[in-house]
């Protein structure tokens, strides 16, 4: 049970009478409550997403699959992010993982950029778009988020389109 499910178990104990005794017993749930209100609630690890498929794949018999996951960090069997990840101590691995499992998890939201094409020279109209549909490039002047267009792309998404490290490409984050 949750902070909240208490707090609604205890409301839901209230009297709806307003006898003496009704009252009195209104008066000490309502006493639990301000307790339970103070209580700090565990915050959800926020991980990267690639971290959250690993959770999401093995979660069904999660001790095995930490236990195996140790071992093949051990044995660099890892796809390298993971490997990385978990290796990096401020990352905290086998304890953000199990907080993971006990409390949930939220998934840090991918950085986002603009890519512009530095050979125009009006930057209005230099923005790369990708219709959504039909997944087409083009150059074009809108920068922002639309129904039709994409805008803004992930830096795995610019590195696929091999402008990430192009030099005729201005990055920026948005």
């Known amino acids: 049970m949750n902070k909240q499910e208490a707090i609604e178990k205890i409301e839901a104990c209230k009297s709806p009478f ?9 008066y000490g749930l309502d006493k639990a409550l301000s307790i339970i209100k103070q209580l700090d609630e565990p915050e959800k690890p926020v991980v990267p997403q690639f971290v959250a ?91 922002g988020l639309t129904d039709v267009y994409q805008t803004h792309f992930t830096q795995a998404e610019l590195e696929e389109l091999d402008v990430w490290n192009n030099p005729a490409f201005e990055i920026e984050e948005v």
């Open 18 to 26: 307003t006898s003496e005794d009704d009252t009195i017993f209104n």
């Open 53 to 143: 498929d690993w959770y999401e794949e093995n979660k069904n018999d999660f001790e095995y699959n930490l236990y195996r996951l140790c071992i093949d960090f051990y044995g660099r069997k890892l796809h390298e992010d993971l490997h990385e990840w978990f290796n990096f101590d401020k990352n905290k691995p086998i304890e953000t993982l199990i907080l993971m499992h006990k409390f949930g998890y939220e998934v840090e939201k991918e950085k986002l950029y603009t890519a512009r094409l530095k050979l125009i020279s009006v930057k209005k109209y230099s923005y790369i778009n990708r219709e959504k549909d039909e997944k087409e490039l083009f150059i074009s002047d809108s920068d």
